[in-house]
């Protein structure tokens, strides 16, 4: 027996709510009568119940019974995981089993409590990702934002400016891997542009004993 239903679509162009009224009496050919289409053409982004044809879907279901909703096109619904939610609620405390027509992967069955049940399931752990995604993106108490994916920079400006004075105060370059933590690649590679606070290679060099090209990359003496 098919279950009675209405249907729920919010197109703005006329031939994408003939393609999707095509689609959906296709999916409920076998499993639900539709009694009536209730069509939007407001934005995607326009809350449920500031949606004319949404609210008039709400009070016909009331008025006549029905516990069955067909939507569209559910990987659009989860673009906007905040409509998702408010509709799941809205349906779900008027006691009414939601549908999609394409791309439905809640389960739950035809029956409107396992039906329910599943959508409730599916939507209470979206929520907790939003969540977890959300408080992932907050700035910590102490002021400053997530580190971003990658490799920090081993040293700001401001140390980098530090780093060159202690140089030229005589510092090692040893003491100077150790006071700022950082490798002697990495102060080589800011001291590119002073040739005269790098200091001499160590290790062997062409002709000296090692291998030809093999350098060390690490300076004398610290100096």
Not at 83 to 106: E, K, N, Q, S
Request: include cysteine; hydrophobic fraction near 35%; charged fraction near 30%.
């Amino acid at each position: 027996m098919k279950r009675c239903s209405v249907v729920y679509l919010n197109a703005r162009r006329l031939s994408d709510f003939e393609e999707q009224k095509a689609t959906i009496e296709d999916f409920c050919k076998y499993k639900f009568e539709i009694k009536t289409i209730f069509h939007d053409t407001v934005s995607p982004v326009v809350v449920p119940e500031k949606r004319p044809a949404y609210r008039e879907m709400l009070s016909y279901c009331s008025a006549h019974g029905v516990d069955n909703v067909i939507l569209y096109n559910l990987p659009e619904w989860l673009k906007r995981p905040d409509i998702f939610l408010i509709t799941v609620r809205d349906l779900d405390d008027a006691g009414i089993a939601l549908y999609w027509a394409v791309g439905d992967c809640i389960g739950g069955g035809l029956e409107i409590e396992s039906r329910r049940d599943a959508v409730r399931s599916f939507a209470a752990y979206l929520e907790q990702v939003i969540t977890r995604i959300r408080k992932s993106q907050e700035v910590p108490s102490g002021g400053r934002a997530a580190r971003r994916p990658g490799r920090p920079c081993a040293l700001d400006e401001k140390g980098i400016a530090e780093l060159i004075a202690a140089r030229k105060q005589g510092k090692s370059i040893g003491e100077l891997c150790r006071q700022f933590s950082v490798s002697r690649s990495t102060i080589s590679k800011i001291l590119v542009d002073y040739p005269e606070l790098k200091g001499e290679w160590k290790g062997s060099r062409p002709g000296q004993g090692g291998r030809e090209g093999e350098s060390s990359g690490i300076k004398t003496d610290d100096k």
